[in-house]
């Protein structure tokens, strides 16, 4: 088993910034492929961004020039830098591991989901 524990999330005002963090345990962290997707009420669980296991990124539309994904496999914790919060950023935030190297897309692609934390920006 993989456990996913997210930290970072709170309340900020349009325009400021946050960091998420996630914390990975019980495999080898390295070569799995990461996301960060989120959840709004009555919206369905949208990818904001994927990082490989060799580091390669992808970023939705939604938030390219203004989120950061980024991982330190030492810490086994990957990250969401969240810049230029705008008020649609609003959600519960995910964080999910897939076992293959690959970023996919889908959350139905991915293996394991932490808790989530939830992310309020206000206008």
């Known amino acids: 088993q993989v456990q996913l524990v997210e930290f970072g999330g709170g309340l900020v005002q349009a325009g400021g910034s946050l960091r998420l963090s996630c914390a990975a345990s019980?495999?080898?962290?390295?070569?799995?492929?990461m996301g960060w997707f989120r959840q709004a009420p009555g919206k369905e669980r949208e990818l904001v961004a994927a990082i490989s296991g060799f580091g390669t990124t992808k970023n939705a539309d939604s938030v390219k020039g203004r989120f950061t994904i980024s991982r330190d496999n030492a810490k086994n914790t990957v990250y969401l830098q969240m810049n230029s919060l705008k008020p649609e950023d609003t959600a519960l935030y995910y964080c999910?591991?897939?076992?293959?190297?690959?970023?996919?897309?889908?959350?139905?692609?991915?293996?394991?989901w932490g808790q989530g934390t939830q992310v309020t920006v206000s206008s």
């Open positions: 999910a591991a897939r076992r293959l190297t690959g970023v996919a897309v889908s959350a139905s692609e991915y293996d394991y």
């Open positions: 019980g495999r080898p962290f390295s070569t799995y492929a």
